[in-house]
């Protein structure tokens, strides 16, 4: 029972940040770090989608973003 509640708070968490990184204009670099921290690999297509929304929607995306999209793509 630990490891299905640990799994639905896991999922509520990364959920929320998940929400939080779609909406904000620049997600903080922290946060997706944490994204990241709590990825499993049933979630990574949903990141990605997330991100590459970012940066084709900047007219300058910043490298680091497109680097996270690249190195999640070849997990």
């Given at each position: 029972m630990a490891n299905r509640d640990g799994r639905d708070a896991r999922a509520r968490v990364l959920g929320t940040l998940l929400d939080k990184v779609a909406s904000d204009v620049y997600p903080s670099s922290t946060m997706l770090d944490l994204v990241e921290e709590l990825?499993?690999?049933?979630?990574?297509?949903?990141?990605?989608?997330?991100?590459?929304?970012?940066?084709?929607?900047?007219?300058?995306?910043?490298?680091?973003?497109?680097?996270?999209?690249?190195?999640?793509?070849?997990?």
């Open positions: 990825l499993e690999p049933d979630d990574v297509d949903a990141y990605v989608a997330i991100l590459c929304e970012k940066v084709a929607g900047d007219r300058y995306p910043s490298t680091s973003m497109i680097r996270r999209v690249l190195s999640l793509s070849v997990r």
